[in-house]
């Protein structure tokens, strides 16, 4: 029988740890490259963490755009697991059935399906639209803080650390309260993530509360722009279809 190229004597290779599949496990899960510990850090030392990526060691910070889409991805998943979320939605929807019936009663095409279908699409691919919106806000910070020294790119990195630490964190809000009444949680989600994303400008620009609330509010107005964009496109395909 010949021996399998494949298979080395014992000694030509160290036997398997408990640190080395630990470190497969976290190097698929991108832990290993700082993660957790860029949440934790956008938390307690947004500024030093910022500048660290920016102008230091790159290694020790989870990639920007990762840790946003990861992040997107963990806050869309808890929220569109979620029952009390699901039915908040379904009366939302419901509650403007009828202007739709009339369209649809006056035209033949099916205006309500094709809006709900429009909706889910949107609500399911929010790593899309915060791809698409990140360029928006980081125009409306890069001219918020022109003296700044930040060039157009690193507003970009700026703004996927920030808006990742605040979907990271309103992934994690969803979490704990997802047995909640979501028509009550969704106001206390809004403060949240108003709060940090203040907390955020304020500390990684350097600028007064006033300032950082207004920058954080265009730059939800820009993210919020992109998303009726999308919808709209969404729901137009579907109509054409």
């Known amino acids: 029988m010949e021996k399998s190229e494949d298979l080395q004597p014992q000694s030509v290779y160290p036997r398997l740890t408990i640190d ?3 470190t497969e496990v976290l190097s ?31 290694r020790k910070i989870q990639n ?22 699901r039915n908040y939605i379904s009366n939302i929807q419901q509650s403007s059935k009828g202007n739709y019936d009339q369209l649809d009663a006056a035209t033949g095409l099916s ?25 928006l806000i980081a125009l409306v ?33 969803s979490l704990v309260t997802f047995f909640m009444d979501y028509s009550f949680i969704i106001y206390l989600s809004w403060f949240l993530t108003f709060a940090i994303g203040t907390y955020l400008y304020w500390k990684v620009f350097s600028i007064n509360i006033i300032k950082s609330m207004l920058s954080i509010l265009s730059a939800y107005l820009a ?19």
Not at 80 to 85: E, K, T
Not at 129 to 134: M, P, Q, S
Not at 149 to 163: K, R, S, T
Not at 223 to 241: D, E, S
Request: net charge positive; proline share 3%.
């Open 64 to 85: 920007p755009f990762r840790y946003l889409i990861i992040g997107v991805a963990f806050s869309t998943f808890i929220m569109l697991a979620n029952p009390s979320f």
């Open 223 to 241: 993210a919020m722009v992109v998303g009726i964009f999308f919808q709209i496109a969404v729901f137009l395909v579907l109509l054409i279809l």
């Open 141 to 173: 910070t890069f001219l918020f803080f022109r003296k700044k020294a930040y060039n157009f790119a690193e507003h970009m990195a700026i703004n996927c650390l920030v808006f990742g630490t605040i979907y990271w964190l309103s992934g994690l809000f």
């Open 20 to 22: 080395e599949v630990k």
């Open 28 to 58: 698929h899960l991108y832990l290993e490259k700082g993660l957790l510990s860029t949440f934790i850090s956008m938390l307690k030392r947004p500024s030093k963490t910022v500048e660290v990526y920016l102008h230091g060691n790159r």
């Open 111 to 135: 205006f309500y399906e094709k809006f709900t279908q429009a909706q889910e699409i949107y609500m399911s691919y929010q790593n899309l639209v915060l791809t698409l919106a990140i360029p």
